[in-house]
C-alpha cells in the first residue's frame, strides 16, 4: 500500500535489540561494538528485504544473551516453531543432564562475542576432540573392552 511502512524478515529482530538497547541504556554503536557488528548492519535489520547472515545473527544473540535458535526466528532465518536439527543442548536434556544454565558448551562457544568465524572453527574442533576423547563412540567404546578382556 502507499506510504505505508514495510519491514523486512528481520524486523521482529531489530525490535529485540532496539528493546536490549533501551533497557540497557546502550546506543546503537555501543551495542554494534558489543556485537561486533557494523553499526550499518544493525540499521538494515529493519528494513532489508532480505535475511541477514546467520553469523551477524548468531553476534547479535551473543550481544544479547540470547539463544541462538530465538534470534534465527526472529531474524527470518527458521520459521517460528519450524523443524530443525537437534542440538546438542537437545541431545543433552533428552539424556536427562541437561546444560548448566540451560547453554550447551558448543553454543556457548557459538555466543562468545570475543571469538571470530576462525576462532569459533578452531575453538569447535578442539572441543571435539576433546570431548571424544572422554565419550568415544559405543563402538570404540565395545573394541576397547573386548581387547582389556581379551588381554
Same mark, same amino acid.
Given at each position: 500500500?502507499?506510504?505505508?511502512?514495510?519491514?523486512?524478515?528481520?524486523?521482529? /529482530?531489530?525490535?529485540?535489540?532496539?528493546?536490549?538497547?533501551?533497557?540497557?541504556?546502550?546506543?546503537?554503536?555501543?551495542?554494534?561494538?558489543?556485537?561486533?557488528?557494523?553499526?550499518?548492519?544493525?540499521?538494515?535489520?529493519?528494513?532489508?528485504?532480505?535475511?541477514?547472515?546467520?553469523?551477524?545473527?548468531?553476534?547479535?544473540?551473543?550481544?544479547?544473551?540470547?539463544?541462538?535458535?530465538?534470534?534465527?526466528? /526472529?531474524?527470518?532465518?527458521?520459521?517460528?516453531?519450524?523443524?530443525?536439527?537437534?542440538?546438542?543442548?537437545?541431545?543433552?536434556?533428552?539424556?536427562?543432564?541437561?546444560?548448566?544454565?540451560?547453554?550447551?558448551?558448543?553454543?556457548?562457544?557459538?555466543?562468545?562475542?570475543?571469538?571470530?568465524?576462525?576462532?569459533?572453527?578452531?575453538? /569447535?574442533?578442539?572441543?571435539?576432540?576433546?570431548?571424544?576423547?572422554?565419550?568415544?563412540?559405543?563402538?570404540?567404546?565395545?573394541?576397547?573392552?573386548?581387547?582389556?578382556?581379551?588381554?
Amino acid at each position: 500500500m502507499m506510504g505505508q511502512n514495510r519491514h523486512g524478515p528481520a524486523y521482529a /529482530l531489530w525490535v529485540a535489540m532496539e528493546r536490549y538497547r533501551r533497557d540497557n541504556r546502550l546506543t546503537l554503536e555501543q551495542f554494534a561494538a558489543r556485537a561486533r557488528v557494523g553499526r550499518q548492519t544493525l540499521d538494515r535489520l529493519k528494513d532489508s528485504r532480505t535475511p541477514p547472515r546467520t553469523t551477524t545473527v548468531h553476534k547479535i544473540a551473543g550481544a544479547m544473551g540470547m539463544r541462538l535458535t530465538s534470534a534465527e526466528e /526472529l531474524a527470518g532465518l527458521t520459521p517460528a516453531g519450524g523443524e530443525r536439527a537437534p542440538t546438542a543442548e537437545d541431545r543433552s536434556s533428552e539424556s536427562g543432564t541437561p546444560a548448566p544454565g540451560g547453554v550447551d558448551t558448543r553454543e556457548a562457544i557459538m555466543r562468545d562475542p570475543r571469538l571470530n568465524d576462525e576462532g569459533r572453527r578452531v575453538v /569447535l574442533a578442539a572441543y571435539d576432540a576433546i570431548a571424544s576423547a572422554f565419550n568415544p563412540p559405543p563402538r570404540a567404546a565395545e573394541e576397547h573392552e573386548e581387547r582389556r578382556r581379551a588381554g
